[in-house]
C-alpha cells in the first residue's frame, strides 16, 4: 500500500510541475533586479529620483519587455570638484537549465548626465544564485564643488513571466531601491508605470502603485520605501477561480490525477468488500460442516 501511495504521488508531482520540452512552459526567460550603487562614504546626495516604466509587448510566452528610466538629481554638497564612479547593475534569470550570457546585449541602453552621453563599460558581476547572470554598468560622473547635475539611467527590461495555476501569464518587473541607502541622503521618490494593452492591470506589488488613469499607475514616497519594487502584470483585474480551473495544471489533474486519486480511495472500500464475502462464505462453510 505505501508504495502503491508512493507512485501514485510522484506521478501528480509530475503531472502538476511542467517542466519538459514535451510540456506547456510555465516560466520564461527574463530580467531580474536592477539598481544604481555607489561606494559607501560617496558624499553625493539625491535630492529625488523619478522612475518610469513604459512596458509593451504581446504578452503569453513572447514576454513583455520595460523600457525603464531613471533620473536622479544629485548634488555634490562639498567645495571640492569629485569624480564619481557609479554602478548600474542588471541581472537576467534563466530557466530550464539554459547556460548563462558571457555578454549582455547593451542595445537600448543609455547613460546621460545633464543631457549628454555618458560612457560606460559592461563587465559580468558574480552573480547570487546559479539561475541568475549578472552584469555591472560601471561609468563616471564628475561633479563641480557645490554643483546639482541630472544623471539619468534607461535599459530595457524584460519581465519575467509565469503561467503555473493561473490561465493567462503573469509578468513582473522588479527594481531594486536597497542599494540606494549607501548614498549620502536620499529624498522623494516617484514611479510611473504604463501598462501595454495585452496586460493592463497590477494585480500585486510590494509597494502601493494607485491607478493613475487608463493603463497607469502611479507613487510617491517622501524618503526612499523599505525593501524593492516589484509588480506583476496581467490581462485581468485579478486571478478568479475561473483561472485557476482553466489552468494547465488543473487540466493535467482533472485528466490523470483525479482519476488515480478516486482510485486509491476506493481501494479501501473494495478491500474491505472482498473481505466481507470471504468471512461470509467461511462462516456459511463452518455453519454447514
Request: charged share 20%; glycine share 8%.
Amino acid at each position: 500500500m505505501k508504495k502503491l501511495l508512493s507512485c501514485i504521488l510522484a506521478l501528480l508531482l509530475v503531472l502538476l510541475t511542467p517542466a519538459s520540452a514535451n510540456s506547456a512552459p510555465t516560466r520564461s526567460d527574463g530580467d531580474g533586479g536592477s539598481a544604481l550603487a555607489v561606494d559607501e562614504g560617496c558624499p553625493v546626495t539625491v535630492s529625488a529620483e523619478q522612475l518610469t516604466f513604459d512596458i509593451g509587448g504581446e504578452g503569453g510566452w513572447n514576454g513583455l519587455t520595460a523600457q525603464v528610466t531613471a533620473v536622479y538629481q544629485m548634488e555634490n554638497p562639498t567645495d571640492e570638484s569629485l569624480p564619481v564612479q557609479m554602478t548600474f547593475y542588471l541581472e537576467q534569470y534563466r530557466t530550464y537549465g539554459r547556460e548563462g550570457a558571457e555578454a549582455l546585449d547593451t542595445e537600448g541602453f543609455s547613460i546621460t548626465a545633464d543631457g549628454e552621453p555618458v560612457e560606460f563599460v559592461c563587465t559580468k558581476a558574480e552573480a547570487d544564485a546559479e539561475d541568475t547572470d549578472r552584469f555591472a554598468l560601471t561609468y563616471t560622473v564628475d561633479f563641480p564643488a557645490g554643483a546639482a547635475r541630472e544623471v539619468a539611467v534607461s535599459y530595457p527590461s524584460r519581465g519575467l513571466g509565469r503561467s503555473d495555476w493561473s490561465s493567462h501569464w503573469r509578468h513582473t518587473f522588479t527594481y531594486l531601491l536597497s542599494p540606494a541607502r549607501h548614498w549620502a541622503d536620499f529624498g522623494t521618490l516617484d514611479v510611473a508605470v504604463t501598462t501595454p494593452e495585452s496586460s493592463p492591470y497590477v494585480i500585486q506589488s510590494s509597494l502601493p502603485l494607485e491607478e493613475a488613469g487608463e493603463r497607469r499607475y502611479t507613487a510617491h514616497f517622501d524618503s526612499l520605501p523599505d525593501g524593492e519594487l516589484t509588480f506583476t502584470l496581467y490581462p485581468e483585474p485579478r486571478i478568479t477561480l475561473a483561472d485557476r480551473l482553466s489552468s494547465y495544471q488543473f487540466q493535467a489533474f482533472m485528466m490523470m490525477g483525479l482519476p488515480l486519486l478516486l482510485l486509491f480511495a476506493g481501494l479501501p472500500a473494495a478491500a474491505a468488500a472482498v473481505l466481507l464475502v470471504w468471512l461470509s462464505r467461511r462462516a456459511r462453510r463452518k455453519k454447514a460442516g
